[in-house]
Each structure stands twice: as structure tokens, then as C-alpha cells.
């Protein structure tokens, strides 16, 4: 973990685009209340096979102009060409974003094809060719390893696919076992790879939304969690004070051990993310 520790510290935030005004209207009241506290960027996600781009460019433009605080695009490869890849780079460019999250992204439903770029650190090496350092370029890490990844040592080969092509800096999936996080970057260190790996942190405030979201990118609630989760039942006020003790308790453990910060997954609410911003040792 010393390699982290030399990283300065930061602390950002995302966002998916809404697809309705009052979405819009909530989010806009969402980032207002973050911005106070100075994050780093904003990020904003989009759909399967990049389907919500148009909104993502959007959303981007918006936060970026209206707070002055930059906001990072998130692209993604999969179902893409390099012409549309180029386009959108050439555009973020020209409307002086300098920040972009590089993802493969998921197949869209019904999708056999992945396109022009398999994996993230094709789009990653794509983007340097194209823009040289323009783009301060984010990547994903899984501590806990990719769900369709073969094994654990594969998925590292892929992380440091992606380092080697050019990334700057990596955003982890959301867990809850700082272990996962601490020999993650353990075995980044061993293998040369010195960016700052900040960890991806999810509020709890709702079990049934937790478990299926992380059913589905296979992120690990661990047993003892889901099950003190499980007991609150309908009882959603004791489980958001519960998990926001977890959380909180999580964060400062991931600080402590060197983490060069916490980019934190909002799903465009500012309450759960600023208690727990709020809850923070030395921050």
C-alpha cells in the first residue's frame, strides 16, 4: 500500500443521466449540494453499449459549466467504432473536458458482436493515439476480481493492460472488504503499476436495491452484512443508520491503510454520500 500513499488525496463523485426533467431537476440539486465540498470531478455513467451517450454529453457539459468543477464522461468500447470513438473524443475536446472514465462497457441485450475494441485498454491505447495526454484517463480495478474474468491473476493481466496503454488513474468497483482493497494494490505494486487506485464506495441505504446491483457486477456482500441487512426487514430507517456506520466505518479503514481517496457511487442523491463524507477522519 505505500505507493498509494504518495498520491494526493481526492474525492469524487457520480452520477448516471437522467431521462426525465424532474431527473434533472433532482440531479442539478444533487450536484449543487456535493459541490460544496469540493470534489476532484463529477463523472457521469451511461446505458449498456454506451446507449445513454447523448445524455452523458449532456449531463457532462452541464455540471462542467455550471460549477466549474470538472466532470469526466464515461466511454465505452463495446458496440463502438473508432470513427464514432473519434468523434466523440475530437467534440469532448473541443468543449474543454479533460477528464474521460475508459470502460469496455456491457453488451447491450440481443448484441453478439463487441465491435472494433474488445477490451478497455484497446480504447485506452486508442485514446492516447488520438489525443496524446489531452485526457487525464480513468480506468476500473475489481479487488475482487471481474465477474467474467477467468480467474484472478487473468484479471490483473487485464489491469495492467490497461496501466501500460496509458491510464492515469483507476476507480475500483464498490466492496466492502478493505482486504480485497489492501492485496489488490499489494499485487499492484508487485507488478510495477504505480497510479492512484481509489476505491469505489456505495452507501447503503437499501438492501434489496444493494443485492441486486451486486449480483449483477459481482461485488461481494459478505455474509455477515447481508445478513444483519436481512434482519431490518421494512425497517428502513435502522438499516440507513446501520449501513451508514458501515460505511463510514469502511472508509476511514480504506484512509487509513493509504487509500489516495474515494470516488463515491451517489445514483444522483446527495444525503447518504454527504452523512458519510461528513463521518470521515481527517478528511
Known amino acids: 500500500m505505500d505507493s498509494q500513499k504518495k498520491h494526493p488525496r481526492q474525492f469524487s463523485f457520480e452520477f448516471f443521466p437522467p431521462k426525465t426533467e424532474e431527473g434533472k431537476v433532482k440531479l442539478r440539486e444533487t450536484r449543487n449540494a456535493l459541490t460544496k465540498v469540493t470534489p476532484k470531478y463529477f463523472s457521469v455513467t451511461f446505458g449498456a453499449g454506451g446507449s445513454t451517450q447523448s445524455g452523458t454529453r449532456e449531463t457532462v457539459l452541464e455540471i462542467q459549466r455550471e460549477t466549474g468543477i470538472d466532470a469526466a464522461p464515461h466511454l465505452s468500447c463495446i458496440g463502438s467504432t473508432r470513427e464514432n470513438i473519434r468523434a466523440l473524443l475530437s467534440a469532448y475536446k473541443a468543449e474543454g473536458i479533460r477528464r474521460i472514465v475508459a470502460l469496455r462497457g456491457d453488451m447491450p ?4 458482436e463487441a465491435g472494433e475494441f474488445r477490451h478497455a485498454n484497446e480504447l485506452v491505447a486508442f485514446i492516447r493515439a488520438e489525443t496524446g495526454r489531452h485526457f487525464h484517463i480513468e480506468v476500473a480495478a475489481y479487488p475482487e476480481f471481474h465477474p467474467q474474468a477467468f480467474n484472478a491473476r487473468k484479471d490483473m493481466d487485464y489491469f495492467a493492460g490497461k496501466v501500460k496503454a496509458g491510464a492515469n488513474s483507476a476507480i475500483t468497483q464498490y466492496f466492502f472488504n478493505p482486504d480485497a482493497y489492501s492485496r489488490f494494490v499489494d499485487d499492484c505494486e508487485k507488478r510495477g503499476l504505480d497510479i492512484p487506485i481509489v476505491p ?14 451486486s449480483d449483477a457486477c459481482g461485488a461481494e456482500i459478505p455474509r455477515w452484512l447481508r445478513w444483519r441487512l436481512e434482519q431490518f426487514g421494512e425497517d428502513l430507517e435502522s438499516l440507513r443508520k446501520f449501513g451508514l456506520e458501515v460505511t463510514i466505518g469502511l472508509c476511514n479503514r480504506l484512509l487509513e491503510l493509504g487509500a489516495p481517496g474515494l470516488h463515491f457511487y451517489t445514483m444522483n442523491q446527495s444525503g447518504p454520500t454527504l452523512a458519510v463524507y461528513a463521518g470521515l477522519d481527517g478528511r
Open 109 to 112: 441485450s440481443g448484441m453478439v
Open 200 to 213: 469505489g464506495i456505495m452507501p447503503i441505504t437499501n438492501y434489496k436495491q444493494l443485492a441486486r446491483f
